[in-house]
């Protein structure tokens, strides 16, 4: 059973910059686990922020940026914005003859 | 725009079956790959299955596997979820969410669509 960790809170000042990160229990997170980042705010569906590792969506404000750091898949906040607190969730994407998707268990990021 | 709206939602006893759809709009339904993803009331995303454009390949979480069934209508641009077996911990929002080719480049969500396992 595959598990994927987030960090469960972070708190950044507005203006600030924040790191969140997904580590994956089968070993350092690559370019082939195709890292995802969502972002839910409360009583709202998901949005996407980030698929493939770093790729943005025409919406995805530009402060949002993702990468790899350290074996794991990085979801970088700069200049974050009071709008921004909400739950961030990666999603890592396992191939082969069974497809798996696994989300992390979310970080609820506060902006204070 | 592109709309992906999820129904059949409800209250279902334990054992018992439910059907959800996720009907689209805006976009050529029949490219794309789409994904079911569930949330537990207050807890995170839980990845439930995914098929692909053609409906060639279906893939499922070990948790659902053998009691739900992933399947999709081209021609009525709809996506389906026969839920069989429940259990109180299949309750939960259901997301249909649509890929633009690949299964791992998530982009569009629906709204959800509340499913109660209860007596």
């Known amino acids: 059973q595959t598990v994927v960790t987030q960090e469960p809170s972070l708190t950044v000042s507005p203006g600030g910059t924040v790191t969140l990160t997904c580590a994956s229990s089968t070993g350092a997170v690559t370019s082939g686990n195709y890292p995802n980042w969502f972002q839910q705010k409360p009583g709202q569906a998901p949005r996407t922020l980030i698929y493939s590792t770093s790729n943005k969506h025409s919406w995805t404000p530009a402060r949002f940026s993702g990468s790899l750091l350290g074996g794991k898949a990085a979801l970088t906040l700069s200049g974050v914005q009071p709008e921004d607190e909400a739950e961030y969730y990666c999603?890592?994407?396992?191939?082969?003859?069974?497809?798996?998707?696994?989300f992390g268990g979310g970080t609820k990021l506060t902006v204070l | 725009q592109v709309q992906l709206v999820e129904s059949g939602g409800g209250v279902v006893q334990p054992g018992g079956s439910l059907r959800l759809s996720c009907a689209a709009s805006?976009?050529?339904?029949?490219?794309?790959?789409v994904h079911w993803v569930r949330q537990a009331p207050g807890k995170g995303l839980e990845w439930v299955a995914f098929i692909r454009y053609d409906g060639s390949n279906k893939y499922y979480a070990d948790s659902v596997k053998g009691r739900f069934t992933i399947s999709r209508d081209n021609s009525k641009n709809t996506l389906y979820l026969q839920m069989n077996g429940l259990r109180a911990e299949d309750t939960a929002v259901y997301y249909c969410?649509?890929?633009?080719?690949?299964?791992?480049?998530?982009?569009?969500w629906g709204q959800g669509t509340l499913v109660t396992v209860s007596s």
């Open positions: 805006g976009f050529t339904f029949s490219d794309y790959g």
């Open positions: 969410a649509k890929t633009s080719g690949q299964p791992y480049y998530f982009d569009y």
């Open positions: 999603l890592l994407y396992y191939g082969g003859a069974q497809l798996q998707c696994v």
